[in-house]
């Protein structure tokens, strides 16, 4: 806005929590490569210390959000995101690992399986197996495995404090925006959210890029269609999004 640079076909924009059905494709990837399974649990999967968070915890319930295990950033309690950033600094997130101690102490919202809640945490679980199966840094695999294979090159997890060419600031609005070309009716949210995307997602795309995403995955270029369809839909995928 300061610079009064327009938007264009070819602008990146941060994706938040689309980018959660990147993990779960990465995720639905690795078990039908058979590397995975639905049922296999937290506990056997990631070797850290979970707490009071339930170790049965399954690769099915964290995709469709009925694991329980506790949100880093619980709506039902919190307004705004930039809340999360009072005692630990937004710049620290550089990692899904980089999360934990928002969270990994805390007790389970509700027993696993008992019912859906929309749950950030669940996907950073998500980020870490991949990374633990695959030996791969998230976005390293998701780059290899998905945004090339997809013909998406505008599309990565970028720092904000690094980022590249023709990507667009985002903003947060100063009270009531009464004039919406005035500069000072708006702050950038670079104080505001993780530094760099996450499990719980981040992503930055283009219009293009998304389009070639949803092409390739409805073609079963990215899964087969039908390899989920026991125990996740295409639904659901769209419904983690959000």
């Not at 309690?77 to 620290?92: A, I």
């Not at 550089?94 to 928002?102: E, G, K, V």
């Not at 090339?148 to 970028?158: D, P």
């Not at 000072?184 to 389009?211: E, H, L, P, Q, W």
Request: charged share 25%; glycine share 8%; hydrophobic share 35%.
């Amino acid at each position: 806005m300061a610079n009064r640079i327009p938007n264009t076909i070819e602008t990146k924009f941060a994706s938040a929590s689309v980018g959660k059905v990147f993990g779960a494709v990465g995720i639905l990837q690795l078990i039908e490569q058979g590397k995975l399974q639905f049922d296999d649990t937290l506990g056997t999967l990631l070797d850290i210390t979970l707490n009071k968070i339930d170790r049965a915890v399954t690769v099915r319930q964290l995709l469709n959000h009925t694991s329980g295990v506790p949100d880093y950033f619980d709506e039902s309690v919190m307004d705004e995101y930039e809340e999360l950033w009072t005692d630990y600094p937004n710049y620290k997130i550089r990692h899904n690992s980089d999360l934990l101690p928002l969270f990994a102490d805390k007790p389970m919202m509700y027993p696993r399986g008992d019912k859906f809640q929309y749950n950030n945490s669940g996907y950073v679980f998500l980020a870490m197996i991949i990374e633990k199966m695959t030996g791969m840094e998230f976005d390293r695999y998701l780059k290899e495995n998905i945004f090339e294979v997809c013909g998406m090159e505008s599309t990565g997890y970028y720092e904000l404090d690094r980022l590249p060419a023709k990507c667009a600031n985002h903003y947060i609005a100063c009270g009531e925006v009464t004039d919406r070309d005035n500069v000072d009716s708006y702050r950038t949210n670079i104080y505001s959210v993780d530094v760099k995307g996450t499990g719980a997602g981040g992503a930055f795309i283009t219009v293009k890029d998304i389009v070639n995403f949803w092409t390739n995955l409805t073609e079963g270029k990215l899964i087969s269609k039908g390899a989920t369809r026991e125990s996740v839909s295409f639904r659901n995928i769209i419904r983690i999004t959000k």
